[in-house]
């Protein structure tokens, strides 16, 4: 009996190690691409995986579902425990998925639920015809709907290999009559009908209309963030309710949220190393008070940004 333990066990110990990381692909996500980019700036064109299947879009079960998902929460700046639009995409994108998503839920039906105190979900499955009539009718749906920044769509496409794909709709062009899209788990599609989409036979079956009521830190209601956002909460903070300024989802409203538009904005414009962000000078002498103490703190603490920088394109206004 001995001997046969002596054999099996280091055996079987072999055959685990040999196969662990098989076991695992399921939870786990390879890093690659724009892993390592803040999510507010990758999040127009970020593929996880270091080599995304250009066949058949969806890279794992459902994943770009979750890619539209998730990119749709970054454009929103909708709060996730743990993590912010700051966050590398990567993590952003694995806790997202980790803490929001599961193949026993409808996912879109889900979000919404979660959220139900920032968007409202509408479905349009209603569908006939024609590629090219499915698109003309999905483009009148949303352009009737709602063109407004306040309205998110995705769209469930099946392709030529039949399988299901998502993307986000970044743009509804009444001019062009266009719907400019976020293809997630595809870096080609630039707008629903262009080369690569009919190439790829993406026959639309579904969108789903998420109309949003706020998104924190929009305090122009233009439902974007923008560096007149970023602007108005320095100059109005005192006024500002947390549960419009609370722009960084930490529970408090302070000049940490001012940092985190600022950022936000630079990153999601994909300007990383300038600040589009400027405040009318005031005399020197008064850059020493303890509210300018308490941001440039905030704000150094963020190590790919330069304090000493922006020190001097902010000042304390009176």
């Excluded at 700036?41 to 995304?52: C, D, G, I, M, N």
């Excluded at 409203?253 to 994909?270: H, P, T």
Aim: proline share 3%; hydrophobic share 40%.
């Amino acid at each position: 009996m001995r001997t046969f333990q002596v054999f099996v066990f280091p055996f079987l110990f072999l055959v685990l190690l040999r196969f662990a990381p098989i076991l695992g692909q399921a939870e786990s996500f390879e890093r690659g691409n724009t892993a390592d980019l803040p999510a507010a700036e990758a999040y127009a064109s970020w593929t996880q995986f270091a080599v995304p299947d250009t066949q058949t879009p969806a890279i794992d079960q459902d994943g770009c579902l979750n890619y539209a998902l998730a990119k749709m929460a970054v454009r929103y700046n909708l709060p996730v425990d743990g993590v912010d639009g700051l966050t590398d995409s990567y993590t952003y994108y694995t806790t997202f998925v980790h803490q929001l998503l599961s193949p026993e839920l409808v996912k879109t039906d889900h979000i919404a639920e979660v959220y139900s105190e920032f968007l409202v979900l509408t479905e349009f499955d209603d569908f006939s015809g024609t590629i090219s009539e499915r698109i003309q009718q999905a483009y009148t749906y949303c352009a009737q709907t709602g063109s407004g920044n306040d309205w998110g769509y995705i769209l469930q496409m099946t392709t030529t290999s039949g399988s299901d794909h998502y993307v986000l709709v970044d743009t509804v062009d009444t001019t062009e009559q266009r719907l400019y899209l976020l293809d997630s788990g595809s870096l080609y599609a630039s707008y629903l009908g262009d080369t690569e989409t009919t190439t790829r036979g993406y026959c639309l079956q579904r969108i789903y209309a998420y109309h949003f009521q706020k998104v924190l830190g929009d305090l122009d209601d233009d439902f974007r963030l923008t560096q007149k956002d970023a602007l108005l909460l320095w100059k109005n903070r005192e006024a500002t309710p947390c549960s419009v300024g609370d722009a960084n989802h930490d529970g408090m409203l302070n000049l940490a949220d001012v940092v985190y538009l600022a950022q936000y904005v630079a990153y999601f414009a994909g300007a990383q190393t300038k600040l589009p962000f400027f405040i009318d000078a005031v005399p020197e002498e008064t850059i020493a008070v303890p509210e300018s103490q308490e941001f440039f703190a905030a704000f150094s603490s963020f190590s790919q940004w330069n304090g000493k920088i922006f020190q001097k394109q902010i000042r304390i206004l009176q």
